[in-house]
């Protein structure tokens, strides 16, 4: 079929083969390094906005470099240093209190006078510089004033639904896919089709009336509940998960243990589950990342601020105050570290399982 | 024994025999057991509430009222809701510009990210974190990269001459935003793309290269038909994702407009499907009407994925037939 090639060197420059190699490669580099860009910088963004001052995020044009209020001591104590319009006189002070729109200021070179001064009239020194104190004003800053909430509120909360999500997943997920993998029983294919489609219904579709049954007839509005007990019953895709795998699992073991005279929900027991470790993590991951992550769920279900999960916290966060950008990034930092970190233990596993939600069932 | 092999044949012949063997009844029973917490779960969140929404979308049904039969009047009256053709027009645009620019994209980042050259798996990661990052915090985090004074997007354009627009304050802008806002969280599909890349046979290059095929000529003739049953899975997740869009939209909504005046901001430029059908259920408290557009989403879906699945038979390549 093929014809014979021409000989190559002919139709191309007659450059040695390690230079088209070295441009080759640059290329690529190049291109990937500049669309790599749009992937990365955005990061770089939120970090330096959650390092800036407040004066320093609506700079227009906006600066990359953080930066922060320029501090000095006065007696013993760190304060801001502003720059005070008196009588036509620009001066460098400190500012030691502010109280009804009146700042005391202070000479760092003579402490022993103070001058008020209206704040209209002042403007803080900034030098480049990260503002760490942003973290901490950010997480302990009172979201809803009055209710004690702030963002550790909302971690906590966050925190619980994803550790019993991820407890009921694995309860009932692993059984339901030993039972579909290592059990023959009649009609199980066909249930398990089902079990397939079931993933395919959109959400809206049952979220009207789970939504009356868990408020209105059980009285679950405004906790929890709503968003772990639905998932001690088992979810298509993990059981579609943990089912391919347990299929691994020689049938010869459990055939050893059957003539022992061992139950099935033994074989489960000491042999399937200790030789999935690996998929069980993945799931465990998966689990806690759609918890964490989920938005629509607590929104509809969680009404009182103090039961909010991050999610509803931050965007609700922006919704109420004029923004503060510096503390939302710092918030919304936090909110995606636990992510990055989890990222980065179980690296393989993500690329792995997301392989695993492709093609190759 | 005739009798042991009886039961195996008429265990083999179930479901039209009813004689099953000891054995086969202690299986069906334990594996019923296994999955018993699933049978529970599939029928109580699963069939209840599909039959209990395809009721209540005959009904009218203010959720502190009983629902009312009153059959077909919310399915003609979200036909005459220019509301509703608004947001179904807003998902097309997001289905029919977003989902192949973002196929696209990652099929890029994909071929790039195949080439082996050093630090390849760094950018690999580079390439993926974004799309782990928690939704709520990645749409901040754009909507303050696309704020049109002080954002980060509009100063770099700002550099090479270009008056940024006002992005999602401003209708025309607001779905180009979102688009943006989904290319950079792509990471997965990258990934399903690799994987596919992957799989494309070494020898099948190798072929090509020595029939004189240049790059272009191997991306077209053999990398794309192989890849595309992988396309076509994206294609499917993709469409399907974005009919069922949410969270994005209303954090945008909820940021660009003052507290209070509404979803879909601005001008219901955002306005989408899952979003309208979230504000007619729970802010409007309308559950009937909202299960009626819960329906002809469901309906929506299942159209769109078989004709893709029928379309695809012209378009997709798989090996041995």
Known sequence: MAQIALPRSVTRPPWPRWLRRGIGALAAHLTIIAIGLFFFVPFLWMLSTALKSDQDVFRVPPTWLPHDNLQVTVNGQRVPMYEVNIEGQTRRLALLSIAEGYGTFVDPANPTETIQVRMKFVRPILVPGPRWQNFPDA???????????????????????????????????????YGFARIRWPGRDIVFLIVLSTMMLPFQVTMIPLYIVFTDKLKWGNTFLPLIVPTFFGNGFDIFLLRQFFRTIPEELCDAARVDGASEFRIFWSIALPLSVPVLATITVFTFLWAWNDFQGPLLYLTDPRKFTMALGLQDFQGQHSVAWNLLMAAAAVFTIPIIVLFFFAQRTFIQGVKLTGLKG | MTVRTGEAIAARAW??????????????????????????????????????SLYYSFTEYHIKRAPEWIGLINYVNLFRDPLFWKSLSNTAYMVVIGVPLSLLVSFVCALLLNIKIRGQSIYRVIYYLPSIVPTVASTLLWLWILNPNSGLLNM??????????????????????????GLWGVGNTIVIYLSGLQDVPVSLMEAAELDGANWWQRLWAVTIPMVSPITLFNLIIGVIATFQYFAQAYVLSAGVSP????????????LFYSVYLYQQGFVYLKMGYASAQAWILFIIIMICTLLLLRSSERWTYYEGG
């Open chain 2, 259 to 270: 507290v209070g005046s509404g979803l879909g901001a601005p001008l219901n430029s955002t």
């Open chain 2, 15 to 52: 479901p039209h025999s009813r004689g099953w063997s000891r054995r086969t009844r202690r299986q069906f029973i334990t594996g019923l057991l296994f999955i018993s917490l699933w049978i529970i779960g599939f029928f109580a969140f699963t069939l209840y509430p599909m039959v209990a």
């Open chain 1, 139 to 177: 997480m302990n800053r009172a979201t809803r004033p009055g209710l004690g909430v702030n963002f550790w509120t909302y971690i906590k909360n966050s925190l619980i639904i994803a550790v019993f999500a991820i407890i009921g997943t694995l309860v009932s997920c692993a059984p339901a896919a």
């Open chain 2, 156 to 181: 770099l354009l700002g550099e090479i001459g270009i008056r940024g627009p006002n992005w999602t304050r401003d209708p025309a802008w607001s779905k180009p935003a979102l688009i943006l806002l």
